[in-house]
């Protein structure tokens, strides 16, 4: 029998992979039989490669004992569906205004196109993953919202606020040991039959705390947050509730809901929470995996 030859092994790279090992250990001790929620958005959601990084972060972490729970969203690709039917769309505060029109593509993009798609790319490592909406099983309970623009009330159409949360069915999946995938969508609970466009950071913030997760992972498209933006060098890296409270109402429109969840989260007995850049290969096991981790954490 002819075998192959053996590749030489550089003593150097492989004890530098070594030491790569074994800084993952001490967060393999503390996260193992623990629940991660991980929001994933924005720019990651819409590059092929950036997708494949991402379902084999998640697998990742599941074949190492972590409970890993995805919340998407799918900004991007709402907006693209929007502007293909010529659906008017607009932003207040942060937050998409979603007409009753709109909302049935919103549903439609979440449920129907990304979530299983998102199922798929986890998949391909193993069967794993289980798509889930807000509505399945009592899941998520919405209110219609607006917003304050420059102190005015402004109305969001068939837009809320999740309200209550029953993660009786998320639970039930993570002990048959699969990976809850959930899509940003709500029953109204004032108007049965209707559904409303939650804010997917919000989702998985209300998701973590009622989970008692460990951890809350953001994924988004800045490597974080700016104490002065938009200078490059004042991106905090780690800061307290009481310090991101009195830091909230200056930041821009767009950080804000973001760092509101993080808020919400630490403040409902989440360990930690971090926004981190999900345009940056593998950054959920730079962030969960690594001493100086990636993007901005917040603690209680």
Not at 155 to 160: A, C, F
Not at 235 to 240: G, I, R, W
Request: aromatic share 4%; charged share 20%.
């Amino acid at each position: 029998m002819i075998h192959a030859p053996l590749q030489d092994t550089d003593p150097a790279e492989a004890s530098k992979k070594a030491a790569m090992l074994i800084e993952s250990l001490p967060w393999l001790k503390r996260f193992r039989d623990q629940i991660i929620v991980i929001k994933y958005g924005g720019n990651a959601m819409v590059s092929d490669e950036l997708q494949d990084a991402f379902a084999e972060d998640i697998a990742y972490l599941r074949y190492v004992g972590v409970k890993p729970v995805v919340v998407h969203g799918g900004g991007p690709q709402i907006s693209d569906m929007l502007d293909r039917l010529a659906i008017p769309s607009e932003f207040k505060g942060g937050y998409r205004v979603t007409s009753t029109e709109a909302i049935t593509v919103v549903r439609m993009v979440l449920t129907g196109q990304i979530n299983p798609q998102l199922v798929a790319k986890i998949n391909a490592h193993g069967p794993l993953a289980m798509g889930l909406s807000g509505e399945d099983a009592g899941l998520f309970g919405g209110r219609q919202r607006g917003v304050l623009v420059n102190g005015v009330e402004q109305d969001l159409g068939r837009v809320g606020d999740i309200v209550s949360v029953d993660p009786q069915h998320v639970l039930d999946q993570l002990e048959a040991g699969r990976i809850p995938v959930v899509s940003s969508i709500a029953p109204d609970l004032d108007n049965p039959g209707h559904s409303l466009n939650v804010n997917a950071d919000a989702a998985a913030s209300a998701l973590a705390v009622a989970l008692r997760a460990e951890k809350l992972v953001i994924l988004t498209d800045v490597p974080g947050l700016y104490a002065d933006w938009p200078d490059r060098s004042s991106l905090v890296s780690h800061l307290t509730a009481a310090e991101l409270r009195e830091l909230l109402p200056s930041l821009e429109s767009g950080m804000i809901p973001k760092m509101r969840a993080c808020l919400d989260a630490v403040d409902g007995g989440v360990e930690t929470a971090a926004i981190i850049d999900g345009r940056v290969p593998h950054s959920v096991l730079v962030e969960i995996f690594t001493e100086n981790g990636i993007g901005t954490e917040v603690v209680a």
